[in-house]
């Protein structure tokens, strides 16, 4: 069975260590999501300096603008 494709949707992802609220219940949750049960991706529709610097994002990210 494939996995399934799950598509979150943001505003703007901002990071970094300290990371709370929404985008880290969000990076916790891609963090430890079943890759052989769901297939994640993420579309912001703002860049951040994090999403542009960041090379270990869990999944997949499109940035909209």
Same mark, same amino acid.
């Given at each position: 069975?494939?996995? =399934?494709?799950? !598509?979150?949707?943001? +505003?703007?992802?901002?990071?970094?260590?300290? @990371?709370?609220?929404?985008?880290?219940?969000? =990076?916790?949750? !891609?963090?430890?999501? +079943?890759?052989?049960?769901?297939?994640?991706? @993420?579309?912001?529709?703002?860049?951040?300096?994090?999403?542009?610097?960041?090379?270990?994002?869990?999944?997949?990210?499109?940035?909209?603008?």
């Amino acid at each position: 069975m494939k996995p =399934l494709k799950i !598509l979150y949707m943001m +505003d703007a992802m901002h990071g970094g260590e300290r @990371v709370g609220g929404t985008e880290g219940q969000l =990076l916790e949750l !891609l963090t430890h999501l +079943d890759r052989d049960r769901f297939d994640p991706h @993420v579309a912001l529709f703002r860049s951040t300096p994090y999403i542009e610097d960041t090379r270990t994002f869990p999944c997949p990210v499109d940035v909209l603008d």
